[in-house]
């Protein structure tokens, strides 16, 4: 096993050209430059609502606070459009530290568009976090929770249709006690349901997710461009009483396929614990908090009143449990993790590790240019060598501009759709053994 020692952060570069959004015409250009703002925009204009709802003779303070935070959140909406030096943080949460050190080795005063755009995209979300923590009335708000909702309500009945087509399945193999066709069906429900983001939709609507509900259904495997689950998945059907690890992406309608996934995973006695990592604050617009797995399981009980009930079961069983490691909401590309105590010894206790969603895929494969043609287990650098963690397989919908591990014929043939690594429409299952 390499060894695992603290949160210090080492110098660790990424093999090839960060993307970053200097890079003028790339998808990270478009982000800072479009979508990010927009997505300020948002959080402003809830933060205004929430203030203007106050009562402002009973609640002076709060409001006085809030308007504050409004402020500091132009501001730096204004400095991260200009380019602006990206300026270490200064607030008293616990991670400030870690993070002032990464920025120190990896930014150093550049500014947003020359910065590596994954350390980036993840300050803007920490900063939001640094801003609002200023300000004791405002300090745990969740300015993302509103979007999170509505997104979740409108999913509702495809669930409910999605729900009823997983235990028909569920209820026929758990007997027959032959998991890998379920399972694969489950992987790709849990990979299809990462096509549900806010922060790629920066707040326009959730998209068509009947269109997608009947896409997971019927053609799941359908513009899988890399497909691992051939051997993802023989590994994880012959475990008894394991841990299985997820780590977590997106609230609502993504964290309910991951989370008929994880019911099976016990129900076929698979798994003896599932670890849940979810994130300690609001992230990349829908990434799943507790606040947020707690609220999915509420908005779904009228409509999913057995499989909520069971889930709910599992929780205060310890047969899920809910983590929430620092290094989740980190900039630190996963190359660093080996170096992080508590990530990687959470993650060794488990037999199977499942990580979903577009960033969790970019800090594998550290963020950088690679051609699309090097091999997975050359792109995660360190967490191939032999006993580094545990298997694991990554769920993405491709939603940036990084993708590794095709055949030459494969990537010569997506080459031709100008889009395909940034339209969510496509989607990898990387395996490492
Ligand atoms: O801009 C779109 C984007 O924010 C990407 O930068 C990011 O990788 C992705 O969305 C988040 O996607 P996911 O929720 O799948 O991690
Ligand atoms: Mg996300």
Known sequence: ?????????????????????????????????????????????????????????????????????????????????????????????????????????????????????????????????????ASPHWRNYDPFAGEKAASLARSIPVLVTLAAHVQALSDRHLQDHYHGPILTELLMLSLWGNAVDLSLLAGSDTGDTEALGNKMVKEASAGIVINNLDVAVPVLAELTGARVDIVLDNAGFELTADLFLADYLVKSGIARRVTLHAKSYPWFVSDTTPADLDQTLTTLAPHLPEQVAAWRAHLASGAWVVETTPFWTYPHAYHHLLHDLEATTTLRAADYIIFKGDLNYRKLVFDCQWEPTTPFMDAIGPLAEPGALPPFVSLRTCKSDVCVGLSVESANNMAKISDWMTSGKYAVVSYKP
């Open 1 to 133: 096993m390499a060894n695992a020692t603290t949160t210090s952060t080492p110098r660790i570069d990424p093999p090839r050209p960060p993307l970053a959004g200097k890079n003028t015409g790339s998808f990270a250009f478009y982000t800072i430059r479009d979508r990010l703002p927009v997505i300020l925009t948002r959080v402003i204009d809830d933060l205004n609502k929430a203030t203007m709802a106050l009562d402002f003779e009973a609640e002076p303070e709060k409001l006085k606070q809030g308007k504050a935070c409004i402020e500091s959140l132009s501001g730096f909406r204004y400095a991260m459009q200009r380019d602006r030096p990206i300026e270490p943080l200064d607030d008293d949460l616990p991670d400030c530290q870690a993070w002032n050190d990464y920025l120190a080795l990896y930014v150093d005063g550049a500014g947003h568009f020359q910065a590596p755009w994954l350390i980036q995209e993840c300050y803007m979300y920490r900063r939001i976090r640094s801003i609002l923590a």
